[in-house]
């Protein structure tokens, strides 16, 4: 009898059987797909030589992870890659702020009037960051805080809505690129916690950078995945699990699912009828003749761009996508260029990029042209760079991954006490009604990105339980 079996091969569910074999117990992990990876993959989407990520590209979260920092992945392959600037928001003027990893060049690019807040805004936390975003992304009751006074601190900053951290601000600019970066988890600006979720895109800038893996994501998923069979795990593709009992005999099983998907293969009833999911994305792969065409020239320099005017127009896409169930006619678009970083992701001289907008969940509409007029009045040109296209709305999204209920990536709406408390109000969210059946996808604390940490936090669990049986 195995000690572990895992479902799901996504980054949490990678992590969760890396931890548990690292400390000794037999594990074995089973994936639907034909390939290891989840929301971590490259794939050749458009045409021949042009690699690109199906979803997560830019990796703030996964450099600055705890539980991948602790693991030896450039021993199998993974290096990451930095951007000159790791992000740009550029504007109608052909201006542009910045998120730069110096805090003096970000503040410089919002104007003399916000620089100072800036400043105060994030220095408290920068010495700080490692200790912070251990506690921050431990929790809850995984480990106990490090540093709880400074923790406290970035609670009573970050947990109020983003828009009232953006009165800090005096002028568009701060404010805009602030609102790009809470609608990154699709999320309405006003809502609870929002603010953190801003603040930690910017820390994690500022500290480890944004990079892009050399090769594309699927680098981080074949790492964790060569260290897991190195420890003696076994991985098994094309296995889909329908019911617990697809699987083998082990002392305890852990999902990387929905938890939609989990209650229907464990036979747990309406046990997560209230979990909520949240808006989808449309999101588009381009094989590119050249660079963007970008007007402002720090766009030119940045592995991710975001696109939105104000911090108004970025509320109203939020709002339509989420409240009011229809597709913004000016989407505000996450842009990510890897191929400025790393030439291996496309033949010589060209380019690969993609840019997704937030939609309705289970949204069957086209956003295409909404996307590329968007595109146009931030980078004039850019339909004639364009060499091939690969769309994916919210159907094709939940077909190429599961998790992606009608096409939220997050796996789950990021709002409200969900954004912590998830899936379930409980002391213990990595259990399940099964006391041998855990839950370790990003449906989790703490919650959406390619960081690992709720297979991290999950795997604790699980090995507390195997060493009391």
């Known amino acids: 009898m195995l000690d572990a079996v895992v479902v799901g091969a996504g980054p949490n569910g990678l992590t969760a059987a890396v931890e548990l074999a690292r400390r000794g117990f037999s594990v074995a992990l089973f994936e639907a797909k034909g390939t290891v990876g989840g ?16 979803c997560s590209a830019a990796h703030p979260l996964a450099v600055c992870s705890p539980a991948f920092r602790g693991l030896p992945l450039e021993r199998y392959g993974l290096e990451w ?50 200790t912070l975003v251990r506690d921050f992304m ?24 983003s828009t009232w951290l953006a009165r800090r601000f005096r002028d568009e600019r701060a404010r805009t690129l602030f609102a790009g970066l809470v609608a990154h ?32 994501s699927q680098a981080i998923s074949d ?36 938890p939609t998907a989990l209650a ?30 970008w007007t402002a020239p720090e766009a030119r320099r940045a592995g991710t761009v975001q696109i939105g005017a104000d911090s108004a127009e970025i509320g109203a896409a939020l709002r339509a996508a989420s409240r009011e169930k229809q597709a913004p006619d000016a989407p505000f678009l996450i842009t990510v260029q890897p191929s400025v970083v790393d030439p291996t992701r496309a033949p010589d001289g060209k380019h690969v990029f993609w840019a997704y907008g937030h939609v309705p969940h289970g ?31 919210p159907p094709e999204l939940a077909a190429r991954n599961a998790n992606y209920v009608g096409g939220d990536i997050a796996t789950g709406a ?41 297979g991290h936090n999950a795997a604790k669990a699980v090995w507390r339980r195997l060493r009391q049986t």
């Open 39 to 54: 929301g971590a993959r490259t794939e050749e989407l458009t045409l021949p030589g042009f690699r690109h990520d199906p």
């Open 81 to 130: 890659l930095h951007p000159e600037l790791p992000m740009a928001h550029p504007f109608p003027d052909g201006t542009a702020a910045v998120l730069a990893r110096s805090v003096g060049e970000t503040a410089a690019s919002f104007g003399p009037r916000d620089a100072g807040a800036y400043r105060r805004l994030v220095t408290p936390f920068l010495h700080r960051w490692d």
């Open 138 to 161: 431990s929790l809850p009751l995984t480990a106990l805080p490090r540093d709880p006074v400074t923790l406290a601190r970035f609670g009573l900053v970050g947990l109020p809505p």
């Open 185 to 216: 988890v699709m999320a309405p600006l006003s809502g609870f916690a929002t603010s953190a979720i801003g603040l930690v895109f910017a820390l994690a800038a500022h500290t480890r950078g944004w990079p892009v893996a050399r090769g594309g």
């Open 223 to 258: 790492a964790l995945a060569g260290y897991l069979r190195e420890l003696g795990g076994a991985v098994h593709t094309d296995y889909e699990v329908k019911r617990l009992d697809d699987l083998p005999p082990a002392r305890a099983y852990v999902f990387d699912t929905s």
């Open 264 to 293: 229907r293969i464990a036979g747990f009833g309406d046990h997560y009828a209230r979990y909520r999911y949240g808006p989808g994305v449309f999101k588009i792969d381009y094989a590119l003749d050249g660079p963007v065409p």
């Open 363 to 393: 949204w069957t509409g086209d956003l295409t042209d909404a996307i590329e007029r968007q595109l146009e009045r931030f980078a004039p040109g850019f339909r004639d760079r364009v060499l091939a296209r690969a769309t994916a709305g």
């Open 414 to 454: 990021v709002s409200g006490l969900q954004t912590l408390l998830r899936p379930k109000l409980s002391l213990f969210p990595y259990s399940t009604p099964h006391p041998a059946v855990f839950i370790c996808s990003q449906a989790t604390p703490p919650g959406p990105g390619v960081h690992g940490m709720p």
